[in-house]
Each structure stands twice: as structure tokens, then as C-alpha cells.
């Protein structure tokens, strides 16, 4: 079956503007997260979305928002774009209370730099 | 906050076991371990996970002490391809809803 599918995959923006990114998560699966890795910082959680409704949110500013669709697609959104957020963004699909053997199904991300 | 504690980097010989080593001291009875890896530029991957027995599938082997305070991951016979960052997480088997806390991991480089 298809895997989780992030869109784009490279992108390359500029201070000051906003961004948005977007997850296709694997075709049953209806909880979406969202995660942002940088070399300092490693692996941060950033919100999870179920049934189109953020269940659970890090710790990151006002700036970072996300949504889920109908159909379980998620984008997540940057505003007003800082030199720090070039990162990693990783999205992960899961069925609705995984914890059973694959849990999270990670796509391969979308790397963000901020000029 | 992440639970676990691994050292930061280990070496490996190509062909030879991998045995990656995390202490998960505060662990509860109903938290389960978790490994997952990342090769370079991509996405975290599922490796295995267990609670208090021994597991093995077509990747790795969990040794879980009896504790349950640590663990080991086994690659049995590691390949250049096994270079890769590996998480060894825990996380309640109740809380479906808690998301992946990811540690630094172990940055394991299998050698030729």
C-alpha cells in the first residue's frame, strides 16, 4: 500500500513569509503528526490531528498551525518565517490509538529553508 | 521529555552483531519499548517494540532485562545499510493518544 506522502519535498523561502506544507497520510489511517527535526534540537513533536481535530499540541509558537481534512489529509502551516525554522518536516500517519506493532508510519519529509 | 538514555554514537563492523544498549530506569508496567531508526534525510522507521519478553522479527532481536530498565536492540549481522540513527522510546500502551517522544538516539556506523 502507498505510504505517507509529503509534499513538497524541498522549499526554500525568505523571511517574513509563510509556508505551507502537506501530508497524504496512508489510506486508513486517520490520526496525522507532525514533527519538526533540526540538528540542535533533534525530533520535536509539533500537533496531531484525529477526525479532523488537533488532539494533541508541543511546544511551539502561535505560528505553527495545522488542519486535517475530511479525507484525513493534513497541511501544516508557518507564518511570518524565521531564520530557525529551516528544518525537517516530517509528517506521521497511525491508525486512531496505535500502539500495536508499526504504530507510526513516517513520511520522508519536507526540508524548509528559510533565507 | 524523553525517557530513555543511549550513548550517542557506536561503531560496527560489517557483518558482526549490533547490540544498542538504552536505559529506560523510570519505565511503568504499562509502558512499552519502542525502536525506531533514520537512515540520513529520511523519515523515522519502525524497527520492533516489546514489553516485558524477548522479541525478534525479520530486522532485529529486543532483549528487555527483567527489570524491565533496560534493553538492547540486536542487529544480528549489520550491513553499511544498518548506518543510521536508532530511538529507543517508551510509551504507555493506554495513552494511544500521547505522541513519540524522540530522544537524541544512538548514531550507529557499521564499517566495512
Known amino acids: 500500500k502507498a505510504g505517507v506522502t509529503q509534499t513538497p519535498r524541498y522549499l526554500i523561502k525568505t523571511r517574513g513569509q509563510q509556508v505551507t506544507l502537506s501530508c497524504s497520510p496512508i489510506s486508513g489511517h486517520r490520526s496525522v503528526s507532525w514533527y519538526q527535526q533540526t540538528p540542535g534540537q533533534g525530533l520535536q513533536f509539533l500537533f496531531e490531528?484525529?477526525?479532523?481535530?488537533?488532539?494533541n499540541k508541543g511546544n511551539f509558537p502561535g505560528r505553527f498551525s495545522g488542519r486535517q481534512f475530511s479525507n484525513s489529509r493534513s497541511e501544516m502551516n508557518v507564518s511570518t518565517l524565521e531564520l530557525g525554522d529551516s528544518a525537517l518536516y516530517l509528517c506521521a500517519s497511525s491508525l486512531p490509538g496505535e500502539v500495536g506493532p508499526t504504530g507510526y508510519t513516517f513520511g520522508s519529509g519536507t526540508r524548509l529553508t528559510v533565507v | 521529555d524523553a525517557k530513555t538514555t543511549q550513548p550517542p554514537s557506536m561503531d560496527c563492523a560489517e557483518g558482526r552483531a549490533a547490540n544498542l544498549p538504552c536505559n529506560h530506569s523510570?519505565?511503568?508496567?504499562?509502558?512499552?519499548v519502542y525502536w525506531y531508526r533514520q537512515i540520513h534525510s529520511q523519515g523515522p522507521q519502525y524497527i520492533i517494540h516489546g514489553l516485558k519478553n524477548n522479541e525478534t522479527n525479520e530486522m532485529a532481536s529486543l532483549i528487555i532485562t527483567e527489570d524491565r530498565k533496560s534493553s538492547t536492540l540486536i542487529l544480528p549481522h549489520a550491513t553499511l545499510r544498518d548506518t543510521a540513527v536508532y530511538y529507543c522510546?517508551?510509551?504507555?500502551?493506554?495513552?494511544?493518544?500521547?505522541?513519540?517522544?524522540f530522544g537524541k538516539g544512538t548514531r550507529l556506523s557499521v564499517i566495512a
Open positions: 523510570t519505565i511503568s508496567g504499562n509502558e512499552y
Open positions: 490531528y484525529f477526525s479532523e481535530t488537533q488532539r
Open positions: 522510546i517508551v510509551r504507555d500502551i493506554f495513552s494511544g493518544n500521547t505522541p513519540l517522544v
